[in-house]
């Protein structure tokens, strides 16, 4: 009976469900006992409760951080056991010169004054969210976030949207990557040169309809020279920028009540006030079909 979502992050590799973070198991034990009691009914004790949580259901309360590198884990568990293949092994030692270049890639990109985009969409934000009982049974409707952040500035854009608009698909991530560098090179057209980040995810980052949404920036925009697009390593993030703004988010709503995409909208001006972030309120014709125009062009020929 209570409103779950699926994995922001492994939902390809995994069927687990997350409920609200506001929810805990004795708090759901809660709510089963005023509800028993209405039907008529005698509650079970806590320990059969919490059994059937665990054993019946694949049902987690704390969403996954992040995913963590299956070849990194292979050879944790594998090292322990002392079973570690030559295959294996050469393949790890190519994925951590992989990883430590990126590092060494984005930390010239850092110190570099080539302005840099570092841009993730968030976990899933629900609505409504409040402490009403009622208001743990009922479906919620899924609120997206794509944060991004620019280096010059410090500024932090948020492109929202609800899923009544778009899905998370690439072609609303690509929308959305558009709306924000549209609104970053209207404030500032001095950029001629611009360097963007993001994890490696093909769907929605590392494929044709990004690629297209950025020519189609180069298009409007002509006084750019360049826009370089360059992707963590698969599992190994290193846009923390973003990752710390969403965990400043998180913490803020944590404690906030909120009834539909406007109020949460207003939550999200309020997170920092030292610096408000740059919020864009995602509407229908900002969604553009970068899909069944990339399929015209010879993006195929790109081993995303």
């Given at each position: 009976?209570?409103s779950?979502?699926?994995?922001?992050?492994?939902?390809?590799?995994?069927?687990?469900?997350?409920?609200?973070?506001?929810l805990?198991?004795?708090?759901?034990?809660?709510l089963?006992?005023i509800?028993?009691?209405?039907?008529?009914?005698?509650?079970?004790?806590?320990?059969?409760?919490?059994?059937?949580?665990?054993?019946?259901f694949?049902?987690?309360?704390?969403?996954?951080?992040?995913?963590?590198?299956?070849?990194?884990?292979e050879?944790?568990?594998?090292?322990?056991?002392e079973?570690?293949?030559e295959?294996?092994?050469?393949?790890?030692?190519k994925?951590?010169?992989?990883?430590?270049?990126?590092?060494?890639?984005?930390?010239?990109?850092?110190?570099?004054?080539?302005?840099?985009?570092?841009?993730?969409?968030?976990?899933?934000?629900?609505?409504?969210?409040?402490?009403?009982?009622?208001?743990?049974?009922k479906?919620?409707?899924?609120?997206?976030?794509?944060?991004?952040?620019l280096?010059?500035?410090?500024?932090?854009?948020?492109?929202?949207?609800?899923?009544?608009l778009?899905?998370?698909?690439?072609?609303?991530?690509?929308s959305?990557?558009?709306?924000i560098?549209d609104?970053?090179?209207?404030?500032h057209?001095?950029?001629?040169?611009?360097?963007?980040?993001?994890?490696?995810?093909?769907?929605q980052?590392?494929?044709?309809?990004?690629?297209?949404?950025?020519?189609?920036?180069?298009?409007k925009?002509?006084?750019?020279?360049?826009?370089?697009?360059?992707?963590?390593?698969?599992?190994?993030?290193?846009?923390?920028?973003?990752?710390?703004?969403?965990?400043?988010?998180?913490?803020?709503?944590?404690k906030?009540?909120?009834?539909?995409?406007?109020s949460?909208?207003?939550?999200?001006?309020?997170?920092?006030?030292?610096?408000?972030?740059?919020i864009?309120?995602?509407?229908?014709?900002?969604f553009?079909?970068?899909?069944?125009?990339?399929i015209?062009?010879?993006?195929?020929?790109?081993?995303?």
């Open positions: 009976m209570f779950r979502v699926e994995s922001h992050y492994c939902r390809e590799n995994s069927k687990k469900e997350y409920l609200e973070g506001d805990s198991l004795k708090k759901m034990y809660e089963y006992i509800f028993v009691q209405e039907k008529g009914y005698s509650p079970v004790k806590f320990c059969i409760y919490r059994n059937i949580f665990c054993t019946k694949n049902i987690s309360f704390n969403k996954p951080k992040k995913d963590r590198c299956d070849l990194c884990a050879i944790e568990i594998k090292g322990k056991e079973n570690i293949s295959d294996l092994q050469c393949t790890y030692e994925h951590l010169k992989e990883k430590q270049a990126m590092r060494e890639e984005r930390k010239r990109d850092r110190e570099n004054s080539t302005p840099v985009l570092c841009f993730d969409l968030e976990n899933v934000l629900t609505c409504p969210k409040a402490e009403i009982k009622n208001f743990f049974y479906s919620k409707l899924s609120v997206y976030n794509l944060t991004a952040h280096s010059i500035t410090k500024d932090v854009y948020c492109a929202v949207w609800s899923e009544t778009h899905g998370r698909t690439g072609n609303g991530i690509a959305a990557v558009y709306k560098l609104r970053i090179l209207q404030e057209p001095e950029i001629e040169e611009m360097i963007l980040w993001s994890d490696s995810c093909v769907p980052n590392k494929n044709s309809l990004m690629s297209f949404a950025i020519a189609h920036v180069l298009q925009f002509r006084h750019i020279k360049s826009i370089s697009m360059k992707f963590s390593v698969p599992r190994h993030s290193c846009i923390q920028e973003v990752d710390a703004v969403h965990s400043i988010i998180e913490r803020s709503l944590r906030s009540e909120y009834f539909s995409p406007v949460l909208l207003r939550l999200l001006f309020k997170v920092n006030n030292r610096k408000p972030y740059k864009i309120q995602m509407s229908p014709e900002d553009l079909d970068f899909q069944s125009h990339s015209k062009l010879g993006y195929k020929e790109i081993p995303f």
